[in-house]
Structure formats: C-alpha cells, structure tokens
Nanobody
Framework: QVQLVESGGGLVQAGGSLKLSCAAS????????MGWFRQVPGKEREFVAA????????YYADSVKGRFTVSRDNAKNTVSLQMNNLKPEDTAIYYC???????????????????WGQGTQVTVSS
C-alpha cells in the first residue's frame, strides 16, 4: 500500500519560514515525479511546486517562485518544500503527490497525480 505522509506544517508569522517534508513508501521512488499542492477549503486545489525524478528539474507556481524551494532525497524516499518569506495568502492545507507520468511540469499543468498524501495545515498570520 502506497503512503505519502507529510509533516512540518504549523502556525508561523508573515515573513517566517517552514519546511514541509513528505515520506513516501513507493518501491521505486526515483521513478516518480514529486509535487506539492495546496488547497483552501471551498477553493480549488492549486499547484505549488514539482521536482523531476532525478531532482535535476524543478517547476514552481508563479505565486511562490523565489520564496519556495522543492528538493528530494532518492536514497531516503523523501521530498521537501522549504518555504521562506511566508505570506498570509500561503495559508492552506499542503499535499504531497507522486506522479509516474510525463515530466514534472505535467503535474502542474494537469493538477493530477497517481498518489496523494493526507495533507498538513500551514497557517500564516499577519
């Protein structure tokens, strides 16, 4: 059974930082593009960032470019999202996702993935 388990969410003041982590129980972790999405209750899911299978290519939503950094460790089956200079509008539930199809950018274009985590809450106060 595939599991993606996020951690690291919490409450932070505007301008602060948080680092989210996702542990994946995928047998062939390195064969999946990994991504982060977020959703505010009542709104549509939004793409945040994605990273290619090797980690060599990253892709970001314009709203987080320059503030967030996605990385992965294929030896540990983990993917992380370093979030700096957080803003109140970054408040959402953040989800880790794994996709076996296409390139990393495809996760953002399609807003889809093969597997999803349960989400972790990030709240940024003003």
């Amino acid at each position: 059974q595939v599991q993606l388990v996020e951690s690291g969410g919490g409450l932070v003041q505007a301008g602060g930082s948080l680092k989210l982590s996702c542990a994946a129980s995928l047998r062939t972790f390195s064969s999946y593009n990994m991504g982060w999405f977020r959703q505010v209750p009542g709104k549509e899911r939004e793409f945040v960032a994605a990273i290619s299978r090797s980690g060599g290519t990253t892709y970001y939503a314009d709203s987080v470019k320059g503030r967030f950094t996605v990385s992965r460790d294929n030896a540990k089956n983990t993917v992380s999202l370093q979030m700096n200079n957080l803003k109140p509008e970054d408040t959402a539930i953040y989800y880790c996702a794994a996709a076996s199809f296409g390139a990393a950018q495809a996760m953002g274009d399609s807003l889809s993935a093969d597997y999803w985590g349960q989400g972790t809450q990030v709240t940024v106060s003003s």
